[in-house]
């Protein structure tokens, strides 16, 4: 792999990247992010397995397994509504027990056959009997539609899980690396209402983002279509600030809060998805870890996918033996 027009960067390391290989530097301008040992440079372009890429092709083609297909919705509109409309958010995932009604955790679609989720979460899921639900939009509705004379027939996809992996460095005490990945018993076929999220195979640094709108995305006990709820970040050692002696936060965790006051409660969402628009799509940057009791008008703790994201490449393939 080569590399032009690239700058030393201190905010990403190294053993966080998908990219390795040979490289070679010119000149100063900020991207996109690869691995040269344990130094980090910041790329204007790149070769990848012999063609030239600019940064918004290399998050698509540097993975032969991750973000084909991904992060579709068929709204331009950058500003979200409140209420998710149908075909809006298709990697949405609920998992519930086989003999309840109501689910008990949330997930992403990352492949045909792999969901993302807590670590949380994946301790209550029970191999070739949880019921894992795609392609859901108004939940208790038959074929999900937007109005009585609007009605698309585009039936829920139920799986089992076929087998589940948490993360080895998990701690329940502190939530450090509460992240796991669910294979499903059978792949899915593409669908207008099931498609994969992208995640950022290269970070994405908060200080590059201008003015990010950020949502996170959940069905709530309240609602019957998931809620898009804007938020916005906020630095750790300020998270730390506010948190104060509840939670220690660990490297791999983001925070996020209430862009505006809401009566929306999102503490039920764990693995529900932090999400940004990047290059026309739409990217996991975050998993619903964290949310503390509402009224206490306190930072929701995240999952930081940059962070994890080598994790989650290398073990793709783990889970089918």
Not at 182 to 208: E, H
């Amino acid at each position: 792999m080569v590399c032009l027009y690239c700058q030393f960067h201190s905010e990403i390391k190294a053993d966080r990247l998908l990219l390795e290989g040979n490289l070679c530097c010119i000149g100063s301008r900020m991207k996109m992010s690869v691995n040269l040992g344990s130094l980090v440079v910041i790329c204007f372009m790149v070769i990848v397995r012999g063609d030239w890429l600019f940064p918004d092709e290399v998050q698509f083609n540097i993975s032969e397994k991750l973000n084909k297909n991904c992060g579709h919705t068929p709204y331009a509109d950058r500003i979200k509504p409140e209420d998710g409309r149908i075909f809006e958010n298709p990697w949405m995932v609920l998992f519930r027990h086989p003999e309840e009604q109501e689910w008990f955790c949330q997930g992403t679609l990352i492949t045909d056959r792999r969901v993302l989720t807590t670590a949380i979460c994946a301790e209550a899921i029970i191999v070739n009997e949880t019921i894992i639900i795609l392609g859901e939009y108004e939940r208790t509705v038959g074929p999900d539609c937007e109005t009585d004379n609007d009605c698309k027939v585009e039936p829920i996809i139920e799986r089992l899980p076929h087998s589940v992996i948490i993360h080895p460095g998990f701690q329940n005490d502190t939530y450090e690396n509460d992240i796991a990945l669910v294979t499903l018993n059978r792949k899915i076929n593409y669908s207008n209402n099931v498609m994969p999220v992208c995640l950022p195979l290269t970070p994405i640094i908060a200080s590059m983002i201008h003015d990010p709108i950020v949502y996170n995305t959940l069905w709530t006990d309240e609602n019957r279509v998931p809620k898009q709820i804007r938020m916005e970040y906020i630095p750790q050692d300020k998270c730390q600030s506010r948190m104060r002696d509840l939670l220690v936060l660990q490297e791999g965790q983001i925070c996020a809060q209430y862009a505006k006051r809401m009566d929306v409660q999102i503490s039920s969402g764990s693995g529900s998805p932090l999400m940004i628009e990047n290059h026309d799509r739409m990217f996991q940057i975050g998993i619903l870890s964290i949310g503390l009791p509402d009224p206490t008008n306190l930072p929701y703790v995240y999952v930081n996918i940059s962070t994890h994201i080598k994790w989650i490449h290398d073990t793709l393939d783990d889970g089918f033996k």
